[in-house]
């Protein structure tokens, strides 16, 4: 069984840009969560996404949003870019909403604000 | 790889010698609790987990041990391995109900095995 996966892997984008992250959760997953991973900040909660709708919410600014679409596959949108915004955004995928123990993570997109 | 170990505290072992990694957890009201292991390049992997109503659960060479009164998570790794170099992260959940709940990581642990 194939598992998660990102794309694009690698990214650069420059301060007002946009951009557009995707995952493939594992076949049968329907839950998707997304992450960031800074060296400062650590790891930090998105958003969860089951079924098409947000589940869940971490703490971060109306830039940051997300969709689901009806074949499970999420994006993440993240809108008038930062320079702290560089970070791996990692997706993770499980069977059920809220089945944090059960979350399989994919390898990351590295983005790099300019 | 990815630099996901940057500013992070770092603990050096001996292979085969055991190793201990700390996490200080925020919330007394959380109620679930994991480990992870990132390693360079990858997306972090599922380990172990322990519920608030255990102290320790073990796994294969793992054990992790919960002391709710000082808010303290610890994994064990017996007789140590290189491939157990890695980032090792706690998380902390709290759940609220209907599928909801509050995802918290530590900062993370590197550790470095010496041949």
């Known amino acids: 069984k194939a598992g998660v996966t990102q794309t694009p892997r690698y990214l650069i984008k420059t301060r007002g840009q946009q951009v557009t992250l995707s995952c493939s959760p594992i076949s049968g997953h329907r839950s998707v969560s997304w992450y960031q991973q800074t060296p400062g900040q650590g790891l930090q909660f998105l958003f969860e996404?089951?079924?098409?709708?947000?589940?869940n919410k971490g703490n971060f600014p109306g830039r940051f949003s997300g969709r689901q679409f009806s074949n499970s596959r999420s994006e993440m949108n993240v809108s008038t870019l930062e320079l702290g915004d560089s970070a791996l955004y990692l997706c993770?995928?499980?069977?059920?909403?809220?089945?944090?123990?059960?979350?399989?993570f994919g390898p990351g997109t590295r983005l790099l604000v300019l | 790889g990815e630099n996901v170990g940057l500013h992070l505290p770092t603990l050096s072992v001996q292979e085969s010698d055991n190793s201990i990694i700390n996490c200080a957890y925020s919330n007394s009201a959380s109620d679930y609790f994991i480990w992870y292991k990132q390693e360079s390049g990858k997306g972090p992997q599922f380990i172990i987990d322990i519920r608030s109503n255990m102290d320790k659960r073990q796994g294969q060479r793992v054990t992790v041990l919960l002391n709710k009164t000082v808010k303290h998570l610890s994994l064990q790794i017996a007789a140590t391995q290189p491939g157990d170099s890695a980032v090792y992260f706690c998380a902390e959940t709290l759940y609220s109900g209907a599928g909801s709940y509050q995802l918290t990581f530590g900062k993370g642990t590197k550790l470095s095995v010496i041949p």
């Open positions: 996404y089951f079924s098409e709708t947000q589940r």
């Open positions: 993770a995928s499980s069977l059920g909403a809220g089945s944090v123990e059960t979350q399989y």
